[in-house]
């Protein structure tokens, strides 16, 4: 199928509006998607139609939301190609998907002297909770360092793994350079090591091709709503036979099979480490949002950003005093820089009023920021919708912006 952005963009409602008198120019996707009608419509008829709690009622709506709940599983499996659904656990985002691994895998894996491998480029998601599980257990955290165009320094982090390393948790697409980690080798190198690999996806789901099977990743973590999916609902993966070994992550209903004050008996796989009433119409959004990148196909929407970004880069590249912050050979779909003499939060500010939304900050990325001695960047993320006007729009604001601090 030809990949037709106007088609494509006609799916949005949101996208349709003006900003401040100027058509909106949507480039903040790192930080959340916008999402397409089916989604919207997914939503709504499931609170229209289905509401009903899942795996519990015995009547026709409870029957029918646990359907298109455990449906959404098999989209998740299918769509990262898990080997089972029992591999697929719901969660609220890439956040407690790592907080999960964390606290359930870390409690019986990690002890002190032990070390977990991150590396410098990592989301304040994924760095906190290993440093937690850390201060807990008296391991220690080590960090693989980037060189000046945001790679992860070839050698250093094969150096760095020992035989002491128990997990290395690497960003497969960095949400603040937009560097694709070469994560295969990584798993590979760490697996020889004797260690577990956690990947953190949230960026890369929605703009790679992500195969579990193929990576031999351990773990793997992805949020719905920069999938184009709903906010509040992701998915954590995990290898079987790991998730049988560790222990629940929260206690309470469905997670068990037998309660008795003496002794609990836990669920199987996956309803295990899905302890309550979990977001049913985020999970069914979900599931329709992976219905729609699979109908996309993920693979020509990478071929229109990665089109997309190579235009902005060159823009970026000659436009007088401006520092891209991420220069990595394997790239996608994030452009994070600096001007000189204008703070990144006054450019958020001026382009927000030329209708331009990006992203002004540390992008949760601070180690990142203090790397490249800055503050701050303005990043403008790319998704599937954007448009070569659009990146026109976002360099035409910046020169407005210059103008207005010259
Ligand atoms: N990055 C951004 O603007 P949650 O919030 O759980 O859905 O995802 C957290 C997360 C984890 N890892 C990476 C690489 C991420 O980019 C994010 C979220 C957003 O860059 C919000 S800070």
């Known amino acids: 199928m030809m990949f037709d952005v106007n088609k494509i963009r006609a799916e949005f409602p949101i996208l349709h509006q003006q900003v401040y008198d100027h058509p909106l120019a949507y480039l903040d996707n790192a930080a959340t998607t916008q999402k397409p009608q089916c989604v919207i419509d997914a939503l709504r008829r499931y609170y229209e139609q289905e509401n009903a709690n899942i795996h519990r009622g015995v009547h026709y709506l409870s029957e029918k939301a646990t359907a298109k709940y455990e449906t959404a599983r098999e989209k998740v499996r299918a769509f990262i190609n898990a080997g089972s659904e029992r591999e697929i656990i719901f969660v609220r985002g890439a956040t407690e998907a790592i907080n999960l691994v964390a606290s359930s895998w870390g409690r019986v894996n990690v002890k002190a002297g032990d070390e977990i491998l991150i590396t410098e480029l990592e989301h304040h998601s994924n760095i906190v909770p290993w440093q ?115 222990p629940p992550y929260q206690g309470g209903g469905d997670m068990i099979s037998m309660v008795t004050f003496e002794k609990t008996h836990y669920n199987v796989l996956p309803y295990r480490f899905e302890a309550g009433t979990p977001n049913i119409a985020g999970v069914i959004g979900f599931g329709q949002a992976i219905d729609w990148l699979a109908s996309v196909n993920v693979e020509s929407i990478a071929a229109h950003e990665h089109a997309l970004l190579d235009y902005a880069t060159q823009q970026a590249t000659a436009f007088p005093g401006l520092r891209l912050i991420g220069t990595a050979a394997d790239r996608a779909s994030i452009l994070s820089f600096t001007l000189e003499s204008v703070h990144p939060h006054d450019l958020g500010t001026i382009l927000d009023r030329e209708g331009v939304a990006i992203r002004a900050g540390h992008h949760c990325a601070m180690p990142v920021m203090e790397h490249f001695g800055v503050p701050a960047t303005a990043r403008a993320s790319f998704a599937a919708y954007n448009t070569v006007e659009e990146v026109d729009a976002l360099f035409a604001a910046l020169k407005k912006a210059q103008d207005m601090f010259a």
Do not use: W
């Open 132 to 246: 937690l599980l850390c201060e807990q257990t008296g391991s220690k955290l080590v960090v693989a360092p980037i060189n000046e165009q945001g790679e992860v320094i070839p050698g250093e982090f094969e150096r760095l793994l020992s035989p002491r390393t128990r997990l290395a948790a690497i960003s497969h697409l960095s949400n603040a350079l937009g560097t694709i980690n070469p994560v295969k080798k990584m798993i590979e190198l760490a697996h020889q090591a004797g260690a577990k690999v956690l990947l953190d996806g949230a960026q890369a789901a929605a703009h790679l091709n992500v195969d579990m099977q193929a990576l031999d990743v351990d773990f793997y973590a992805i949020s719905a709503h920069k999938m184009y999916g709903p906010t509040g609902i992701g998915a954590l993966y995990a290898k079987e036979e790991i998730l049988e070994s560790m």
